[in-house]
C-alpha cells in the first residue's frame, strides 16, 4: 500500500460497493400487492430492519360486523381488536445479500399465524415471499408485484 | 459401572436443576414515563405511525434487588396509557396500536385499544399478556411504536405522550 | 498521513451505513387514499387461483395417527386351492370374531413446488390394520383369518397432488399414488403387486369462498379397482361459519368452522385399498389372492390448533363395510370389473359393522 493511487482506487471501490449495499437493501422499499390481489403492502425501513403495512385492502369491512376489519384470529385474544388497515404484516427483515432479505415473519390475518418468512426479489418489481414452518420446505412463495402510483 | 452411571444421573439431575431454577426470581416494575410522540402535520386519514425511542436503564432496580449479572426473564405490560395533549382529544382517532421494536430483537405488538371512546383526553390501551417481549430488557434501547388510526386529514400536528409500566421477572 | 485520511475517508460512509438508523421515522404524512390509484409497475401480470377457500381445513404436512375399530365379526367364504386344484379342507368356510382392530397411520407430504403458477407436493404414507381376534368359533385354520390374525394389513405408498392454476378461475388438479397393500412385512415386499391409483379433476374458482370441479378418477377406495367419475366442492358460507368440503364419491362434508383455530367436520369418507396377500403366509390357498378392502366411514371429525401449526384431529363415527371379498389375480395382473361386471369373486366374506375412532397429531400447512 505504498502506492497511494493504488489505494484510492480500492478505497473508491470499496466505497462504491458500499453505496451499491445500501441501495439493494432499500430495494425492497415499496408498495406491494401479494397474488390474491386483497391487500397492498408498504415496505419501510425502521431502524436497520424492514417491515411491511397493510395500506389498502379491498374489502376493508367485515361482511359478518359490518364494521372495518379487524385481527380477530389472532391467537392473542387481547390484540383481537387490531385494525387490520395499517396492520404490519412483514416483520423484521433484515438484508442479507444481493435480492435476498431473511428472518422476518410475515403474518396471515385469515389464520392467526405467523410463519417464519424470506423475502427473495426477482426482479426490481417481482418478490418471492416464501412463508414456512420450522424449515424452508414446508412452505409456500407468493409472488408479490410492486405498484407505483399511475392514475389511470 | 453401575456407580459411574449413578454419578452421571446425580450430575444430570444437578445441571437440569441448575437451568430450571437459573435466575432469582425476583420482581420489580419499570415505569416509562412521559415518552413523548410527534405526528408530523400534514396528516392523512389511515394508520400513522410514530416511535419513541427508549434508553433503557435498569441498574437502579438490579442495584435495588442485588442482582447485578441476571438477565430480564420475563416482562409483562402492566399499565400503558396514551395521553392526547393541547387541544387535541379521542376524537381525532379511530385506534392505537402499540408495539416494541428493537435492532436485535423482533417486533412485537403489545397493546390495542379499538375503538377511543370519544371525547377523551386519556386512553387505557388493553395490553397482551401473552407477548414476548423480555428480550427487549436484555438490550441498551428500544423503540416504542404507535399506529394511530386518524379518522380525517388534519393540518395539525399530533402530539402524544405514554406512561407504560411493565412487571419484570428476572 | 495521506493514506490514513484516505482511510478515514472512505471508511466513514461503512461506519454510517453499519449504525441503525435510530432517526428513521415511518412518515406520518402519508395519505393513504393514494392508494387506491396505486397500478402495477410490470404490467404484464398473470394472475392465478389459490388452491384453498376461506377456512377450509388445513392441509397436512405431516401427520401421525391412530386408528381403533370395535368388535365386529368376520364370516369368510370356502377358499379353493388353486394348486391342488381342490376346496383345501382346513379353508372351508369360516367364522372369526374379531375383539378390535387398530393400527398407526403416517403420512408426510412436502410441498416441493408450492407458488402462485403451480404447487407439486410429494407425500409418503403408510397405515397398518392389526387384527385382534377372539378365540375363533369355527374353523380356527382358515387362511385368510390366520394371516389377518398373525400378519394384519398394512399399505405403504408414495403419492404426488399437483394444483395448476391457469388463470384467476380455472385450474387442473392432478392426484395420482402408487401403493403396496397386503400382508407382507418389511422383509417380504414385492413391488409387483405395486397398485396406482389416479385423478384428475378440471375446475373452476368462483371467488374466495368456492371451487368446483369434475373430473375421473381410477381408484381403489372401494377395494378394487375402479373408473369413476368425480366431483369437487369447496365451499364457505358468508357467515364464515358454515362450509362444505365434498369431493364425491371418496369424502363428503359439511363444515362447522368456531375460529380460526377449530373446526368439525360431518360427513362420510370412503377408505379401502387392494391387499395382496400370501407374502408372508405362503399356503398355496392364499396365492395370488387379493383382498378388497373397502369401507364407508360416518363420521365426526374436530379439529383444532394445540399449539400454532401443530393440529390435534380427533373422529368418531361408524364403520360400515362396503367390500371385503377376494379375487384371484395371477402374477397380481388387475381386472377391470367395475359396477356392472359379472366376473365372480374367489372369496365373498362377510364383515360387521361397528364404531370406530381415528386420533392424530398434524403439522398443518401454511
Sequence with gaps: MKNPIRLLILLTLLFASNAIYAQQADDLVGVWEPSNGKVRVKIEKLGTKYFGRIVWLRAPIDSVTNKPKVDKNNPDVALRNVPIKGFRLLKDFTFKSAGEWTEGTIYDPENGSTYSCTIKMKDKNTLDIRGYIGISAFGRTDVWKRLEIKKQ | MKTSHLISFVILIAILSFYSCNGSGKKATYKIEKANFTLEAPLFSGANSTQAEHTLDLSAIKKELVIDGDEVKSAKLTKAIIYFQDSTSTDLANSIVMSLAGDNVNMAQLAVANPLEEGKKEVVLKGSSEAEIAAFFNQTMMYIVLDVDLKNDSESTLILTADLEFELEF | ?366
Aim: net charge positive; with cysteine.
Design chain 3, 1 to 366: 498521513m495521506l493514506n490514513k485520511l484516505l482511510v478515514l475517508f472512505f471508511t466513514f460512509p461503512i461506519l454510517a451505513i453499519a449504525q441503525p438508523d435510530t432517526t428513521a421515522n415511518p412518515p406520518a404524512d402519508e395519505d393513504f387514499s393514494q392508494y387506491d390509484s396505486y397500478n402495477f409497475v410490470d404490467q404484464s401480470i398473470k394472475k392465478y387461483c389459490t388452491s384453498k377457500v376461506f377456512d377450509l381445513s388445513p392441509s397436512k404436512l405431516i401427520s401421525i395417527g391412530y386408528d381403533f375399530q370395535g368388535g365386529y365379526d368376520l364370516t369368510t367364504d370356502t377358499l379353493f386351492n388353486p394348486i391342488q386344484s381342490s376346496y383345501a379342507t382346513q379353508n372351508t368356510p369360516g367364522f372369526g370374531s374379531i375383539q378390535y382392530s387398530h393400527g398407526l397411520r403416517l403420512a408426510v407430504n412436502i410441498p416441493v413446488i408450492s407458488n402462485n403458477a403451480i404447487i407439486v407436493q410429494l407425500g409418503a404414507n403408510y397405515a397398518e390394520q392389526r387384527y385382534k381376534f377372539n378365540q375363533l368359533i369355527s374353523s380356527p385354520s382358515n387362511d385368510l383369518i390366520t394371516t389377518l390374525k398373525d400378519n394384519g394389513l398394512r399399505t405403504t405408498g408414495l403419492n404426488t397432488t399437483i394444483f395448476k392454476p391457469f388463470n384467476e378461475r380455472s385450474f387442473l388438479l392432478v392426484q395420482a399414488s402408487a401403493d403396496l397393500s397386503g400382508d407382507y412385512g418389511f422383509n417380504s415386499i414385492n413391488l409387483k403387486y405395486l397398485r396406482s391409483s389416479v385423478a384428475a379433476i378440471w375446475g373452476q374458482k368462483k371467488g374466495d369462498r368456492k371451487m368446483i370441479g369434475f373430473g375421473l378418477s381410477r381408484t381403489y377406495r372401494v377395494g378394487e379397482m375402479n373408473y369413476i367419475p368425480v366431483f369437487l366442492l369447496n365451499y364457505t358460507a358468508p357467515n364464515r361459519k358454515n362450509g362444505c368440503e365434498i369431493l364425491f364419491p371418496a369424502r363428503v362434508h359439511y363444515r362447522r368452522t368456531f375460529s380460526a383455530r377449530s373446526l368439525a367436520l360431518f360427513g362420510y369418507e370412503l377408505e379401502g385399498q387392494s391387499y395382496h396377500l400370501g407374502s408372508r403366509n405362503t399356503s398355496p390357498a392364499l396365492q395370488d389372492l387379493e383382498l378388497r378392502r373397502g369401507e364407508l366411514r360416518i363420521r365426526a371429525v374436530y379439529e383444532r390448533s394445540i399449539s400454532s401449526f401443530l393440529w390435534l384431529s380427533a373422529q368418531a363415527g361408524f364403520r360400515y363395510n362396503y367390500s371385503f371379498e377376494a379375487d384371484r389375480l395371477p402374477e397380481g395382473k388387475e381386472f377391470f370389473r367395475g359396477f356392472f361386471g359379472d366376473q365372480p369373486y374367489a372369496m365373498q366374506n362377510t364383515l360387521g359393522n361397528t364404531f370406530y375412532f381415528l386420533l392424530g397429531v398434524n403439522l398443518v400447512s401454511p
